[in-house]
């Protein structure tokens, strides 16, 4: 059994100095603009305290607890690719100087990156977004800069929200692998983290941390604080046969029925933690004298997406989100061996109509094979 240590709650202001005084830059969930968002953090006071989220199709708010948990919440509308894979990254900068050309290329923050409180879910898209980047042929340079030395502290999830579906995906709530530390969050008694490590810099932190062995019993609540998460998934998918359900399936009118919905807003990808589709802007300033390239997060939901020589091959709504959904659930297997779906739940979450991908799933299953009409 891997090295595991009972902190009180206080410790993790240790834990967080800890990685400040190695260097990183520490991020973490915190409280902005009525979410609970994803940014630095310097004590662990910033963490969104005794607060949790309330999540339905198209439905996102707080609600204050009745404890103090620091992790009594789901997931936002932020993931950890937004670091990792920044929605905007400047390439280059060209100027002139003189009658000669200069390209400067793009100074970045070469502090490492430490993130505390990533669910299960967001462990596996990350390693997802890893076989994207850095596991075929090519490596996204920018991306791995980033992702080198990044340390993860994840957090076993014991409040689920109403759009997740991790237990479907094979995806949590427990951290299985891919962590340096995972933290569970214990309220039996007294509050405190059962804090058990995953590497050997893991280890080396959580013993400059305060604390006492963890017990039997501290493991018991762990596990039974694991299995309630799991039966109160807010939202479950059959995940068996996907691609070749969606294959069978790719003229059933369920995909007209999504399309009157759908605004192709491309609120979904953006929200996702494993979608990584990008654009290439040029900006010049009006004198000519210096021009920028940057990367941008682009989405399939958008026309100009699949625009080539003579037009869109993509013009309509139900095309682009068929293209979406059965590239997350089916292709990806094709190409990276695995879903492209975690069941965080965001995409349903963060609609703006509410489409909910379980229950396109479910209605396209209900039908297959059959003469399937529009409900």
């Known amino acids: ?87 905007r990254v400047r390439l280059w900068r060209a100027r002139r100087d003189g009658d000669a050309p200069v390209v400067d290329e793009e100074l970045r923050d070469d502090r490492p990156l430490a993130f505390i409180g990533v669910r299960a879910c967001e462990l596996h898209a990350i390693a997802i977004q890893d076989r994207v980047f850095l596991g075929g042929a090519y490596t996204d340079r920018d991306y791995a800069l980033r992702r080198e030395d990044v340390f993860l502290v994840a957090v076993n999830c014991f409040e689920p929200g109403g759009t997740c579906f991790c237990t479907s995906m094979g995806t949590g709530p427990k951290v299985e692998s891919g962590s340096d530390l995972t933290i569970t969050e214990l309220f039996e008694g007294e509050h405190r983290f059962l804090v058990e490590a995953g590497t050997e810099r893991g280890a080396e932190l959580l013993g ?27 939202r479950t998918m059959e995940a068996f046969d996907l691609r070749d359900l969606l294959e069978r399936n790719l003229e059933h009118p ?34 000519g004298g210096e021009a920028e390239r940057w990367r941008v997060w682009d989405t399939c939901f958008s026309v100009d997406y699949s625009h080539i020589h003579g037009g ?45 991908i379980t229950e396109e799933v479910a209605a396209i299953r209900a039908t297959d094979g059959a003469d399937a009409t529009v409900s």
Not at 63 to 71: I, K, N, P, T
Not at 210 to 233: C, F, I, K, T
Not at 278 to 284: K, R
């Open 1 to 87: 059994m891997a090295e595991q240590l009972v902190i009180p709650v206080e410790a993790l202001d240790d834990l967080i100095g800890g990685l400040r005084d190695h260097g990183y830059r520490v991020l973490g969930p915190t409280l902005r603009d009525g979410a609970i968002v994803y940014d630095e953090l310097s004590a662990s006071s910033e963490l969104p305290i005794g607060w949790t989220d309330r999540q339905d199709g198209g439905s996102y708010r707080l609600e204050r607890r009745d404890d103090e948990a620091r992790f009594g919440f789901a997931v936002g509308p932020h993931s950890w690719k937004r670091f990792l894979f920044p929605p």
């Open 208 to 234: 400059a941390l305060a604390g006492r062995p963890g017990e039997a019993s501290d493991v018991e609540e762990a596990e039974r604080s694991l299995e309630s998460a799991a039966g109160r998934m807010g």
């Open 254 to 287: 369920r995909w007209d029925d999504v399309a009157a919905r759908c605004l192709t807003c491309g609120n979904c990808t953006l929200v996702c933690p494993t979608c990584f589709c990008s654009a290439v802007e040029d900006e010049t300033d009006l004198s």
């Open 312 to 356: 869109s091959i993509r013009p309509s709504g139900r095309s682009r989100y068929r293209q979406w959904m059965t590239h997350k659930l089916g292709t990806w297997h094709d190409q990276f061996g695995s879903s492209g779906c975690v069941g965080c739940g965001r995409c349903i979450t963060w609609c703006p109509v509410g489409i909910d």
